[in-house]
């Protein structure tokens, strides 16, 4: 069983979001213009997930952030879009985070890069994601070392699926 089953969860995935879906046409009219279009699928993620975070709901967002700042940037909007309290941007990370709500892990799924290249290909090919798979090598080359304040666990994307579940939940709880 996968991991958003086993800790009831809502699954916000970009490779997942059906960009010819009406919910997402509607969501896409309401953006503000200058909003690229790069961004439109993030924009729609965190809604989903300010939304279920708001009921009460866990959530696992998952995607390849190669910047940090990516990841803090999320947290802080997440945090401060679902806050009881009014926090600020322009508040560091770690104070947000201890004045938040709900809990925050990163989870970093490690794949070897010919089947990495191989899932974006094929989905690339249905027509759910907009690179062709060879765009990899420079993500890759610019990816960022995991460094800010939240609990943080590297798990092997080819591990038996049951064991990285086990693995996650017992580091969750």
């Known amino acids: ?7 009831h969860c809502q699954l916000l995935d970009p490779d997942l979001v059906v960009r010819t879906s009406e919910e997402y ?10 909003i690229p279009e790069r961004r439109h699928v993030y924009r729609y993620l965190l809604e989903k997930a300010v939304a ?5 709901k866990d959530i696992i967002w998952a995607q390849p952030w190669r910047r940090i700042s ?13 806050s009881r309290s009014e926090l600020s941007y322009d508040i560091d990370l770690e104070t947000i985070l201890k004045n938040g709500w709900f809990k925050t892990y990163v989870i970093e799924c490690l ?11 094929q989905r690339y090919l249905s027509g759910s994601h907009s690179w062709s798979g060879e765009e990899i090598d ?4 610019k ?11 590297k798990i092997v994307g080819t591990n038996n699926i049951s064991e990285n579940v086990t693995t996650i939940t ?4």
């Not at 279920?52 to 009460?56: E, H, N, R, S, W």
């Not at 990816?143 to 666990?153: A, N, T, V």
């Open 111 to 121: 794949t070897n890069l010919i089947d990495t290249k191989m899932r974006i290909k």
């Open 70 to 82: 990516g990841i803090e940037t999320t947290v802080k909007n997440l945090c401060c879009k679902t």
């Open 1 to 7: 069983m996968g991991l958003s089953k086993t800790l």
């Open 143 to 153: 990816h960022e070392q995991f460094s800010l304040p939240i609990p943080y666990l």
């Open 52 to 56: 279920d975070i708001k009921a009460q």
């Open 170 to 173: 017992n580091f969750i709880n």
């Open 25 to 34: 046409a509607k969501f896409i009219n309401k953006l503000d213009i200058s």
């Open 138 to 141: 420079d993500y890759i080359s």
